[in-house]
């Protein structure tokens, strides 16, 4: 969230810090000003262009706007992975259901994959083994299935099928290699190395486009730790291309996409946002900062402990602006309550609610942190909900914005529209430079599960400018629509 | 003999006792919101007509929306739910409807009349007037697709198939109208004093016209759904967008239809007002005359497509509130081809255009072919009148201009306009904006049968694989397929350019925080609207 209070954070830190003036033309500046667009990529390639030629006093600088950048990617590509899944499951599933001539076979396929993705791997093995075992299916299809089916088994802890699957694959194309050396990294097998068999598969399809080749090894790189790899696979990736299309005669066709990519990329996003942060934390003129966004990082990817490292030394810099104090409380907060919860114990988060004043922006914050965490809510619910309706739509955006998050968790659909829609520049409506993308993808989400399904289809449509892996939410949710709506067929002058 | 004139009025009078319903008391809907209150809202132009049969505008959909009922209606859920009819069957093989009719409906009263009740009848003479060949309505292609209606007894109806198609059931939504309404029995036209003074089944019956084309609707206090809340409805025109917005912020109406793009952040900031986004699905467009010979050439129509800097348009009047489009399709349907880009600003590209298609530039700069200036005239209705919908007509004649097109702009009253564009075909271009629902159906706009008078293909577009395709989206049952075909067709038709595909624009409706329960459709606007209400302390 608040992009615009980071960058104010960063400007602030870096003049305390900095000993040399920024020109114009600074990469920095110009990656700054594209963040704050949320040209998230834009930005990220504006740094990594420029790091290797920077002087040692900007490149900790650069590396730490790096890090912000791909922290803020990765929060709204896990948004967009948590969006994606129903929409796609309903899609999939009123696909696979229809039979006869012109029914898909690829449906069940996609269906399986995106079960195991939802973690739902007992039905995903029900869909994969069906598929696999019809009739006329390719030869390559139904081995990517199988990979899959080892996956599913896999993560039922059924080792032993998901290796007698594995090895009874004989894996020739492209695709399934790529498929195959996805799912071992996924299981943490390290032999096969997923790795070669990544590198092997690049080799073989050269500059052929195969976007699901490309879309498949994004996240073995990335695991393996080659962060610089992975990023660079993306960039030659065409992201919303679909993974397959099926051509069921001459006037239809339906595009498929790969269900794993929107969490893959979200992974590879946190990871190269933690090395950018730690190469930053490094230099003494920009650690302090550096860990305040080191602990949101950890804690983004999961590690608590570490997160709470990390925000205490930020705490305990002197002369920290008061918003990014709170704000670090807040974080310590949560880290302490997901620790203590571990230990069946703690009162860390319990305290701090009671203590807060409030104050809008803090009170976000705390309801963000209590949705993103599965926290309890119920004693600082009520005062958020009383300072959004006092305070100033401006002022209170953050907080309408985290209130309706909150309710769209809790499935009150109503509630989460009015304050989506309050945290909303109707000014600039689906505009991601004045709207916080991952609000964006709530309200979207917030619409199409309230079935207006032309608001969110608005939405995705403007994002996909800057963010085109957008595309495997817009064609499932044009599915469901097309297949849903219940008009009849007007058309008026305006 | 002497006794018959005892005994006839006699029967007379036990015959009209058993026509006349007896009277009930209002029925209310129990939900425990007050009735009560006056809405005032503002419409940005004034309906020509207000039957659901005849018109083909917006304005006079959002009255029809409150005035008329369907077979079947659409609830928040976009489910379908009994309206008129109170059940139906519909056989195996999707080829027959029966409606099982509500009982006991009553049609608005006329002055001085009892009210009739609603019969099958009624559902068989909309049918057939709506069919009839000297009905002036675009709704004759929406229902092409029935063979037959017939009257199985008072309070049932049978629809038959002639195929089944997808989303049957949606399209029973057409509103019913009395078959003691229309002055002409046989078939309706914008003569009929019915389309100006229209009864109906529904939850507001239209009270008064002023001069000013001001409505005024009366809560239908014997409504089959019970009593609406809000006692009256004010439409009122106006013919300035943005002295509709001061409007509101004085107080003199309560809600806006449609909120001017520019007075958002006006309205946002001000906590007295809530805005509702919807209607996503509408766009503008620059609309051509195929019929005249300096149009009928794509390279033509595509080279001002090229001359027009749409970005620049959208920025500069309307804030940059909305997205360009591609094709015959708003970005938020379901049928939007997502492959196919707009046309990019490219001057020179559409100069090479007009080059190839045979025009050079004459002595006066002005492009000609055969003798033939490139001169057009571009007609707009003046009741759309905005600022912002001054100067994109304006801009849009400084770029023909600057690639060597004479453009004449004309404005014209809303009704002169219609006429002179769906009527008499008289004009080489305009500049206006279609409303969808979410079927998606442009049918109406570019298949070449649709071309004639009053009808939507007002541009005399004819394309045979066009055509094709249409009547594929139309025969199929399978949505993949209708998918893949609108797909196509979005990409045929960015190619051909009988439009230049503008825009569609940020739309919100606002009102006042004081109407509470307020669901909007999507589409019709005031479909929920009987639920709506004001709380007893904020009525006036």
């Not at chain 2, 199985?152 to 038959?160: A, I, Q, Y």
């Not at chain 2, 057009?376 to 600022?387: A, D, F, G």
Request: aromatic share 10%; with cysteine.
């Amino acid at each position: 969230m608040a992009a615009g209070r980071s960058t104010a954070l960063l400007v602030t830190l870096a003049m305390l810090a900095a000993t040399a003036a920024w020109a114009a033309d600074d990469a920095v500046a110009r990656a700054t000003q594209l963040y704050e667009k949320r040209h998230y990529r834009d930005a990220a390639r504006t740094l990594e262009t420029a790091l290797p030629s920077l002087d040692p006093a900007r490149q900790a600088t650069a590396s730490l706007t790096l890090g912000i950048v791909y922290l803020g990617t990765a929060e709204l590509h896990r948004e967009l992975s948590q969006s994606a899944t129903p929409m796609q499951l309903e899609y999939l599933k009123a696909l696979a259901a229809i039979r006869g001539p012109g029914a898909s076979r690829l449906a069940s396929f996609y269906l399986g994959q995106t079960l195991l993705e939802s973690g739902r791997p007992a039905e995903a093995i029900k869909v994969l083994e069906r598929f696999a075992a019809e009739p006329g299916v390719e030869p390559g299809f139904r081995a990517q299935a199988r990979a899959h089916l080892g996956l599913a088994h896999f993560v039922r802890k059924d080792v032993t099928t998901a290796r007698a699957l594995w090895n009874s694959l004989e894996a020739r194309d492209p695709q399934t290699k790529a498929t195959l050396a996805a799912v071992y990294s996924r299981a943490g097998i390290t032999e096969p190395a997923p790795v070669a068999l990544a590198d092997a598969v690049l080799k073989d399809i050269g500059e052929r486009p195969a976007a699901l080749v490309r879309q498949k090894l994004i996240g073995v790189y990335a695991r393996a730790g080659l962060t610089a790899r992975a990023l660079a696979l993306v960039d030659q990736t065409d992201l919303k291309a679909p993974s397959s299309t099926e051509v069921l005669g001459p006037a239809k066709t339906i595009n498929f996409y790969d269900p794993a990519l929107l969490g893959e990329l979200a992974v590879l996003y946190r990871q190269a946002s933690r090395l950018a942060l730690e190469r930053a934390a490094a230099d003494a003129r920009v650690r302090g900062t550096a860990e305040y966004y080191l602990g949101a990082a950890f804690l983004e990817a999961g590690d608590v402990e570490r997160a709470l490292q990390a925000t205490r030394a930020f705490l305990a810099l002197p002369g920290a602006p008061p918003a990014y104090r709170n704000r670090a409380l807040v974080r310590e907060a949560t880290a302490r309550s997901l620790l203590a919860r571990r230990a069946d114990g703690g009162s860390a988060w319990a305290a701090l609610a009671r203590d807060t004043a409030s104050d809008p922006d803090l009170l976000a914050d705390m309801v963000a942190a209590c949705v993103r965490h599965r926290l309890e809510c119920a004693e600082i619910e009520p005062r958020a909900v009383r300072a959004a309706e006092a305070g100033e739509r401006r002022k209170t955006a953050a907080l309408n914005f985290a209130l309706g998050t909150y309710h769209l968790r809790k499935g009150d659909l109503p509630r989460a529209v009015a304050y989506l829609e309050s945290a909303r520049d109707k000014a600039q409506k689906n505009r991601i430079e004045a709207n916080d993308p991952v609000l964006l993808v709530n309200l979207a989400e917030a619409y199409y599960r309230t079935t207006q399904f032309s608001e969110s289809l608005e939405i995705y449509f403007e994002m996909s400018q800057q963010f085109p892996v957008v595309r495997r939410l817009q064609e499932p949710l044009q599915g469901v629509y097309s297949m849903t709506h219940k008009s009849a067929g007007d058309v008026k002058i305006f | 003999m002497k006794t018959l004139p005892r005994i006839v009025p006699l029967i007379l009078t036990l015959t009209v006792l058993t026509t006349i319903p007896a009277a009930s008391p209002a029925a209310s809907k129990n939900d425990g919101r007050p009735d009560g209150g006056i809405l005032a809202y503002g419409e940005y132009g004034r309906p020509a007509t207000l039957d659901p049969i005849t018109s083909n505008e917006m304005i006079s959909l959002r009255i029809t929306e409150l005035v008329f009922n369907g077979l079947v209606g659409i609830d928040e859920k976009q489910a379908i739910v009994p309206e008129l009819a109170e059940r139906w069957e519909v056989s195996q093989d999707g080829r027959t409807y029966t409606f099982f009719l509500r009982k006991g409906v009553r049609w608005h009263p006329r002055d001085g009349e009892a009210p009739r009740l609603f019969t099958a009848d009624d559902v068989l003479f909309t049918h057939n007037i709506m069919m009839h060949p000297k009905t002036i309505t675009p709704l004759k292609v929406r229902y092409e697709f029935i063979e037959k209606v017939e009257k199985l007894d008072d309070s049932t109806v049978r629809f038959t198939l002639k195929r089944p198609i997808l989303n049957a059931l949606a399209k029973f939504s057409f509103k019913v109208i009395p078959a003691h309404g229309p002055a002409n029995p046989q078939y309706l036209t914008r003569e009929d004093p019915f389309v100006r003074n229209p009864i109906g089944t529904g939850p507001y019956i239209v009270k008064s016209i002023s001069a000013d084309r001001e409505i005024v609707l009366m809560a239908n206090e014997d409504y089959f759904k019970g009593r609406p809340h809000i006692n009256k409805f004010l439409s009122k025109p106006f013919a300035d967008q943005n002295i509709m917005t001061q409007a509101m912020m004085f107080n003199a109406i309560d809600m806006l239809v449609l909120v001017n793009p520019r007075d958002l952040p006006e309205l946002q900031g001000d906590r007295r007002f809530v805005l509702q986004p919807y209607n996503a699905l509408s766009y503008a467009f620059f609309g051509y005359n195929l019929r005249s010979p300096l149009l009928a050439d794509k390279r033509v129509r595509r080279a001002f497509t090229h001359a027009v800097n749409r970005k620049e348009m959208l920025d500069a009047f309307f804030n940059g509130q909305g997205t360009i489009i591609s094709g015959p399709f708003a970005p938020g349907s379901w049928a939007y081809n997502l492959d196919v880009q707009p046309l990019p600003y490219d001057p020179a590209k559409a100069v090479a255009l007009l080059n190839e298609a045979g025009f050079t530039p004459g002595p006066d700069g002005v492009m000609q072919k055969g003798g033939k200036p490139l001169a057009l005239s571009l007609k707009v209705p003046i009741e759309k009148e905005s600022e912002a919908v001054k100067r994109v007509v304006l801009a849009f004649q400084n770029y023909l201009k600057a690639i060597g097109v004479s453009v004449k702009v004309e404005f014209k009253e809303w009704q002169a306009w219609k006429d002179a564009v769906f009527a008499e075909h008289d004009f080489d271009v305009i500049l206006a904006s279609w409303v969808f629902d979410d079927s998606a159906d442009i049918s109406s706009l570019f298949h070449s049968a649709e071309i004639g008078p009053w009808k939507n293909n007002f541009g005399g577009y004819s394309n045979p694989e066009v055509d094709g395709l249409i009547v594929e989206s139309k025969l199929t049952l399978d949505h993949e397929k209708r998918r893949t075909i609108n797909r196509k067709l979005h990409a045929l038709l960015a190619e051909e350019a009988p439009y230049t595909f503008l825009w569609t624009l940020t739309n919100y409706s606002g009102y006042h925080k004081k109407l509470r329960r307020v669901a909007i459709h999507p589409y019709k606007f005031f479909s929920f609207a009987d639920e709506w209400f004001i709380p007893a302390a904020e009525q006036k």
